[in-house]
């Protein structure tokens, strides 16, 4: 493992727009669960696996019912929104936030909602799965802070008379465009993308390293589209393979935790930049 903490370090100081992108693994350190790793939330319980698919029909249709579940005393999102905004960034979070302040880190694309990469510091990040400390209209777009907006008529409407939602991206919602088309220039751009802490199994986000790796996104039956990049490095750091490790989209998996991997990689950039 130190020879591929060496050779990611080597691979970011030699690289000119490296991007991170982020998963619900690296937040665990922070003492928030993910979803699918060993003791993931749903690993360890199926119904709420199933309750989370339900959500956004549940808004679409009902949206007051929607928001009592997620905002309510009773509702279980309520609970676990409380608990993710007690957390602190932890190691891993800093470390990518020292590469950005480095100038060697230029974008970091999270799946998380936890808003932990902001609280560290990062000032490029993209919530392609939104964020809990933000609310978004459903009709224009348009996104307020939570502290901006009264809950005390339910559902929230938007000024221009929309319906508010958490800015949350929920099973079966589509990512909401901007965001989406950012990330997807992000990793068409890159010349270095690492990937910490995720399965790597939900979609569209995990057509990012394809695109990264082949300039263009999964067709149906899994084929990709244009020729595999050598120029790009695709780096992974997470706590078991993943299928961008088995299917070989990737060059390397460096296998440990982020908290623990990432700070290494800092350790060695700095030794290699003498600084
Ligand atoms: P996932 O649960 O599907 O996968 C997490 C991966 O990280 C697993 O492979 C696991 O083995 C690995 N992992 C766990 N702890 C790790 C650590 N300390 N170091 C390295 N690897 C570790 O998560 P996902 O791929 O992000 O997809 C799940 C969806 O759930 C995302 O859309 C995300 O929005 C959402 N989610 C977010 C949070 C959060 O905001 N913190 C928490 C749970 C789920």
């Known amino acids: 493992m130190e020879g591929l903490i060496k050779q990611a370090a080597r691979d970011l100081v030699e690289s000119k727009h490296a991007i991170a992108l982020t998963g619900a693994g690296m937040s665990t350190e922070s003492g928030i669960p993910d979803f ?20 956004y029909e549940l808004f679409l249709k009902e949206p007051k019912t929607y928001w ?14 409380e608990e993710i905004r007690k957390a602190k960034p932890n190691p891993g979070h800093h470390a990518l936030a020292e590469l950005e302040r480095r100038g060697i880190l230029k974008c970091v694309i999270t799946q998380n909602i936890d808003g932990l990469h902001i609280k560290a510091g990062n000032k490029k990040v993209l919530e392609y799965h939104g964020s809990i400390y933000k609310l978004r209209c459903i009709s224009c777009g348009s996104r307020f802070g939570i502290e901006e907006v009264s809950l005390d008529e339910l559902p929230p409407l938007c000024k221009c008379g929309g319906v508010l939602k958490y800015d949350v991206v929920h099973f079966k919602e589509p990512i909401p465009l901007d965001v989406r088309e950012e990330s997807e220039r992000e990793a068409l751009r890159c010349d270095l993308m690492v990937i910490c802490g995720t399965s790597a199994v939900v979609y569209p986000f995990a057509d ?47 296998q440990g935790k982020t908290g623990e991997v990432l700070p290494k990689i800092v350790e060695e950039v700095k030794k290699a930049r003498k600084i």
């Open 36 to 55: 699918r790793g060993p003791k993931g939330i749903w690993t360890t319980n199926k119904k709420a696996e199933a309750e989370a698919y339900k959500m």
């Open 68 to 81: 009592v579940e997620i905002s309510g005393s009773q509702g279980t999102y309520r609970k676990f929104y």
């Open 208 to 254: 990012l390293p394809i695109m990264a790796r082949f300039g263009s996104g999964r067709l149906p039956l899994g084929l990709y589209v244009t020729g595999h990049k050598t120029n790009v490095k695709i780096i992974e750091v997470n706590a078991e393979p993943t299928p961008l490790t088995q299917e070989g989209v990737s060059d390397y998996l460096i």
